[in-house]
T-cell receptor
Framework: AQSVTQLGSHVSVSEGALVLLRCNYS??????LFWYVQYPNQGLQLLLK??????LVKGINGFEAEFKKSETSFHLTKPSAHMRDAAEYFC??????????FGTGTLLAVQP | DGGITQSPKYLFRKEGQNVTLSCEQN?????MYWYRQDPGQGLRLIYY???????QKGDIAEGYSVSREKKESFPLTVTSAQKNPTAFYLC???????????????FGPGTRLTVL
């Protein structure tokens, strides 16, 4: 069965520092991969989506993610954190059935 | 503006009562989904529907029911059989192209249900 693992339920960085949020998937075939962001008491907003067209995917708000098949990973990065990036981030994997499997989320705190 | 609306934003219910959460979309999407979100558990799929008048159980369907009488609407009823209904409920929608890549799901703002 497909699964998604997000390492680190809480990550704290200083403003201006690199953001790295980890996501690993378990699947017999490379799935379609997504990163979503959720601000408190709101729905999820799509950051970026991997569909095999390119291994490095650029998203909104300066985020990007790199698909590495050999490591079954899809880590999310941003070169310089901003206070407004503080939120919860979810990695998800899906296939042709359109059902998504979500990781348990990583809460990002940004310190001034 | 196109999007997904959920109402109400906050909902309080007494134990033993059924309650219905509304979800409407004007994106002309075929597929709609209901998720439950609990702290530290991510999102879990309750029900989904790929076409009008048809829906399938997700991973945690017990104690919930849905209907899909219109393309735009996918209401969720939390019944008294749901043992722990207090949670944040999210509705989503997407295109549906069988056999093609997984389509992006777009989410509504959520409904926070509290059972008193």
């Amino acid at each position: 069965a497909q699964s998604v693992t997000q390492l680190g339920s809480h990550v704290s960085v200083s403003e201006g520092a690199l953001v790295l949020l980890r996501c690993n998937y378990s699947s017999s075939v490379p799935p379609y991969l997504f990163w979503y962001v959720q601000y408190p008491n709101q729905g999820l907003q799509l950051l970026l989506k991997y569909t095999s067209a390119a291994t490095l995917v650029k998203g909104i708000n300066g985020f990007e993610a790199e698909f590495k098949k050999s490591e079954t990973s899809f880590h999310l990065t941003k070169p310089s954190a901003h206070m407004r990036d503080a939120a919860e981030y979810f990695c998800a994997a899906g296939g042709a059935t359109n059902k998504l499997i979500f990781g348990t989320g990583t809460l990002l705190a940004v310190q001034p | 503006d196109g999007g997904i609306t959920q109402s109400p934003k906050y909902l309080f219910r007494k134990e033993g009562q059924n309650v219905t959460l509304s979800c409407e979309q004007n994106l002309n999407h075929d597929a709609m989904y209901w998720y439950r979100q609990d702290p530290g558990q991510g999102l879990r799929l309750i029900y989904y529907s790929q076409i009008v008048n048809d829906f399938q159980k997700g991973d945690i369907a017990e104690g919930y029911s849905v209907s899909r009488e219109k393309k735009e609407s996918f209401p969720l009823t939390v019944t008294s059989a749901q043992k722990n209904p207090t949670a944040f409920y999210l509705c989503a929608s997407s295109l549906w192209e069988p056999g093609v890549e997984a389509d992006t799901q777009y989410f509504g703002p959520g409904t926070r249900l509290t059972v008193l």
